[in-house]
């Protein structure tokens, strides 16, 4: 007697055994009509009326649907959008490839052909599958089972009805599969390689600092130094040229520092907003907060008034920063540094060489960007990285098993209602009473509470792997995308889709353990049992690739953050800052998208075969994304920090994990239906036949590793040629002046503090709000132009990377200091007309997280001089900062200088540089480096790199540094360009 025959008899009438009988079939009653047309109907509805509504809307709105072509430069703009409601169709239709390379970058046109290789890829295994298998399993199940009539029309196709030698179909089909896939990716692995090689000569790449520059970690201890490094990296392999070096600084507690006061300044932007929204009078309570851990020996554990409170912190920070960037120096080098070469050929060769075992035992990579670094893992031991991997690891184990239990509640209860019925009489009652309503529900609810409990996951794994030691962001992602596929395989295709069967079998050979134990696992017939239980799943997977298409539309209508723009305007009270953001440009989350993508892949190529009606679904569902997403990545989304092109070999990788998991779900099928049959001996050649399968794909693995992997990763293996002089191309001598130690320090080290934003409308309040505290002398700042340097938390002593000579300087009162106001905090009035990304998109504050390093916005931080081209960067502003205005400053003045700030912009040329604040003090150069007759102003450039770079320098009448080079050339140092420190000039 079985399981089910128990609960009929009533031994298993109590809640327990009708739990375990469900777990044991999940989805025995799956096939139901109104499901799969409710899910049907539901996807394509709701996916065609949100279309229709981006159509309308999205001539009306570009904040939202084409945030990216409003504030990217002329160089980065994609092709301009007609107004008609279809007028996008044409735009995304007739763009080439090459020519997106350059608009948006080598990441995202990666994974525009990742996208169109998988459409391809399905619609030929559309064919093979529909054209072949579906015939052979609904002939050979008709012939064979005599209720055929009653068998559901989707359950027709599966191979459950079908047995002996029909299976040799499926054996062709698995190698049909593979070759497709296989095939598919030989081309655009191609593809790819060419992309590369032409993104490797591309101008922006060429003219790149972190191309030519190399990373060292784990530098022992006898190697930390400059000179250290350079040994190191000529160890590894000898070049025509030297590097120059930079060891790394211990920068101490600065970043825990400023992380601190961004959150104190948020945390008074939001009380600031929320007290000043009555622009009539101050509400009569002011609010109240409870110290932080590390201020409570001041004010104690009770609430204290929270906005003086924040001010307090946020001055004291400040004062903190400071203080601890004024202690770093070189006497304290960390194990990691960098080393920048002339010649890209000559830091890939080095790098090359020293893939597999550095020098001393030290790592050496290819440097990402400065701003893709994590820097607070780059000291990081090996010792501690490993055990943190460790850890975390386990803790990446314990949660993909925790996430067990949800998951087969899910898969019990959600995929059919009638299960939670059993358990739940009162429930059982309405659902026979409206059979319809929780058929629609059924089809809707399982997929949809499956995607939704996933969304949280990629959080949770970013935050491990930064934990455990990545050194980039970008690695970061690429392992956050091979975690998230691991975790969906393991959850989504084998404990969801074999749980049902695996525990069928285990209760049919505990009903049947008078047999003997090995007689009842003879009779449970496992192959069958799991196979019949995956056919009856892949109509749930129908379902849930169906949604997709749900997904898609939502995406591409921007309901979501349509939607949460909304709550947060009417229902919250944002902040200045708050709603800039909200008009920035979103980030292009490649771990999130990229794994959608493959989920699809591997659950179309393991059910396709079982329910082949997957694989058009499937099709269709890549052929639109394809085009909503083309849209997508030129109008809407940015990719943060371009990889060039580094996730392709993961994402190979994961199509030929997927072809293999289809591969044993097809030998699984012939071995239970096909083998298990008469004539077994005979048809066990089936099984025969697909062992050289798993041996091909290797084989392939084996070819693209050996064409493919190295020349995408690395420029050249061999160092720069001895047929060739070190030269430039017009002819010039290279110059060593990348300034390599301020490019690739720590930003703890120069970063601007934040300063609070407040909405200008509540101006005339703030004499009231810090009354109490505004006189300063005989002085009112409330009366008159006011503004603290915005570098108000840099030294006034050198620290190392750049040599900043700072005081606080009166901008009102050139050569005056600025009277003492240590507890009060600058704050920034905003009009409302100015509360847009666009007017901000060029400050650090915010380009670093809505434009990675301003490429976009064009203003690369990562571009270098090179011989023969212009400058074309600034160091640390990037952009032309907007100081923090003081609290009484004129409203016009600033809402028209913000405007200016990025409408206005002055032409670039020799005489761009940095945009230096009054107050920086003109340090005599013979100070350090001996008697040398000029005097230039304190930048944040190293001195010691000036001198080094050829020639003599001197200055003009206005004081702009001149270098002479030993052809008699004049030119202007850019940077160091100080004719002009009026407030308007740094305003831009």
């Given at each position: 007697m079985n399981v089910h025959q128990r609960q009929r008899s009533g031994s298993g009438s109590d809640s327990t055994d009708q739990f375990l009988n469900l777990i044991a079939d999940p989805f025995q009653a799956q096939v139901q009509q109104n499901s799969i047309y409710a899910a049907i109907i539901y996807a394509f509805a709701i996916s065609g009326a949100l279309l229709l509504l981006f159509c309308i809307l999205r001539p009306r709105n570009s904040r939202v649907y084409a945030p990216r072509a409003k504030h990217a430069d002329e160089k980065h703009a994609p092709r301009p959008l007609d107004r008609k409601p279809l007028g996008w169709i044409a735009a995304i239709r007739d763009v080439k490839e090459q020519e997106l390379v350059e608009k948006i970058g080598l990441d995202a046109v990666v994974f525009l052909r990742f996208l169109r290789m998988l459409r391809n890829i399905f619609l030929v295994l559309s064919v093979f599958g529909c054209g072949i298998l579906i015939p052979i399993n609904v002939v050979g199940g008709s012939a064979f089972y005599e209720q055929w009539d009653n068998v559901a029309t989707l359950m027709k196709f599966t191979p459950q009805y079908i047995f002996g030698p029909k299976f040799w179909a499926f054996v062709i089909c698995s190698y049909l599969f593979?070759?497709?896939?296989?095939?598919?990716l030989w081309w655009n692995y191609r593809a790819v390689y060419q992309l590369k090689r032409t993104y490797f000569e591309s101008a922006d790449y060429q003219q790149s600092l972190h191309a030519r520059t190399l990373l060292l970690t784990h530098i022992p201890e006898s190697s930390r130094t400059d000179d250290g490094i350079a040994e190191l990296v000529d160890t590894a392999r000898p070049t025509q040229t030297l590097p120059r070096t930079a060891i790394g600084r211990n920068v101490k507690d600065i970043p825990k520092l400023i992380e601190a006061h961004d959150e104190a300044v948020r945390e008074l932007e939001a009380l600031l907003a929320k007290y000043l929204d009555n622009t009539d009078k101050l509400p009569e309570k002011r609010p109240m907060c409870a110290p932080e851990k590390d201020d409570r020996s001041t004010y104690g554990k009770r609430k204290v008034d929270a906005i003086d409170y924040l001010t307090d912190r946020i001055a004291r920070l400040e004062v903190q920063v400071r203080e601890v960037r004024e202690?770093?120096?070189?006497?304290?080098?960390?194990?990691?540094?960098?080393?920048?070469?002339?010649?890209?050929?000559?830091?890939?060769?080095?790098?090359y060489a020293a893939k597999k075992k550095g020098p001393k035992g030290c790592d050496v990579y290819l440097a990402p960007k400065p701003h893709d670094l994590l820097w607070q893992n780059l000291p990081m031991t090996r010792g501690s990285r490993r055990a943190r991997m460790f850890w975390d690891g386990i803790w990446m184990i314990l949660f993909t098993a925790a996430y067990i239990v949800p998951n087969i509640a899910t898969s019990v209860f959600l995929s059919d209602f009638a299960h939670l019925g059993l358990v739940w009489p009162a429930f059982q009652t309405n659902l026979a009473a409206h059979p319809t309503g929780w058929g629609i529900a059924q089809g809707i609810l399982a997929p949809t509470v499956q995607s939704l409990i996933y969304m949280g996951i990629p959080v949770m794994f970013r935050r491990l792997y930064t934990h455990s030691g990545d050194i980039s962001k970008t690695s970061r992602e690429r392992h956050v995308t091979a975690r998230l596929y691991i975790f969906f395989v393991f959850n989504n295709l084998i404990v969801f889709s074999v749980f049902g069967s695996a525990w069928r079998f285990v209760a049919t050979v505990i009903a049947a353990k008078d047999q003997g134990a090995w007689e009842a696992i003879r009779s449970a017939h496992v192959f069958s049992?799991?196979?019949?239980?995956?056919?009856?799943?892949?109509?749930?997977?129908?379902?849930w690739q169906m949604q997709k298409n749900l997904s898609a539309a939502t995406d591409l209508a921007q309901a979501w953050p349509l939607v949460w723009s909304y709550i947060q305007r009417k229902i919250f009270t944002p902040t200045p800052r708050q709603l800039i953001e909200l008009s920035a440009p979103q980030p292009f989350m490649y771990a999130e998208y990229y794994n959608s993508y493959l989920q699809v892949a591997v659950v179309g190529l393991t059910f396709g075969t079982l329910q082949p009606i997957i694989l058009p679904v499937t099709a269709f569902y890549l052929a639109i994304e394809c085009w909503f997403k083309k849209y997508m990545v030129q109008y809407v989304l940015i990719t943060k920090t371009e990889s060039g092109g580094r996730f392709w070999r993961l994402l190979v990788n994961r199509m030929l994990v997927s072809v293999a998991l289809g591969n044993a779900v097809i030998a699984l099928v012939v071995g239970a239906q096909g083998v298990g049959s008469i004539n077994s001996v005979r048809n066990g050649n089936m099984l025969y036949v697909m062992i050289p399968l798993p041996l091909l794909l290797l084989a392939f693995k084996w070819y693209c590793k050996r064409a493919f992997d190295e020349k995408l990763i690395y420029y050249s293996t061999q160092p720069f040629s001895d047929a060739?002089?070190?030269?430039?191309?017009?002819?010039?001598?290279?110059?060593?002046?990348?300034?390599?130690?301020?490019?690739?320090?720590?930003?703890?080290?120069?970063?601007?503090?934040?300063?609070?934003?407040?909405?200008?409308?509540?101006?005339?309040?703030?004499?009231?709000?810090y009354g109490h505290r505004a006189s300063i002398g005989d002085r009112n700042i409330f009366e008159a132009p006011h503004r603290r340097s915005t570098d108000?938390?840099?030294?006034?002593t050198p620290y190392g990377y750049s040599d900043v000579f700072m005081a606080e300087m009166d901008p009102s009162e050139p050569g005056k200091p600025v009277p003492v106001a240590r507890d009060l905090p600058a704050v920034e009035l905003v009009a409302e007309a100015d509360l847009d990304f666009e007017n901000f998109k060029k400050r650090a504050e915010f380009r670093d997280r809505f434009g990675g390093d301003g490429e976009l916005y064009g203003r690369p931080e990562d571009l270098v001089s090179r011989p023969g081209t212009p400058s074309t960067f600034a160091t640390l502003n990037g952009s032309g900062f907007?100081?923090?205005?003081?609290?009484?400053?004129?409203?016009?003045?600033?809402s028209s200088l913000t405007k200016r700030g990025s409408d206005d912009e002055p032409s670039r040329g020799h005489e761009e540089g940095v945009a230096y604040e009054p107050g920086y003090q003109r340090t005599p150069l013979r100070d350090r480096f001996g008697e040398v007759d000029v005097d230039i102003p304190a930048t944040p450039f190293d001195a010691d790199e000036v001198l080094q770079a050829g020639g003599a320098v001197r200055?003009?009448?206005?004081?702009?540094?001149?270098?002479?080079?030993?052809?008699?050339?004049v030119d202007y140092f850019p940077g160091f360009y100080n004719d002009d420190t009026s407030y308007d000039r740094f305003r831009r």
């Open positions: 593979q070759g497709t896939v296989c095939g598919f202690t770093v120096d070189k006497r304290n080098p960390t194990p990691y540094g960098f080393a920048s070469y002339p010649r890209i050929e000559d830091a890939h060769a080095v790098a049992k799991v196979m019949t239980g995956l056919c009856n799943m892949s109509t749930f997977w129908l379902t060739e002089d070190a030269a430039s191309p017009d002819g010039k001598k290279t110059k060593l002046n990348d300034r390599v130690a301020v490019r690739f320090g720590h930003p703890a080290l120069y970063k601007k503090l934040i300063t609070p934003m407040v909405h200008a409308k509540s101006q005339h309040l703030l004499q009231e709000l108000r938390a840099m030294p006034t907007f100081p923090q205005k003081g609290l009484g400053e004129s409203l016009t003045r600033a200055q003009d009448s206005h004081g702009r540094l001149l270098q002479e080079e030993g052809d008699g050339e």
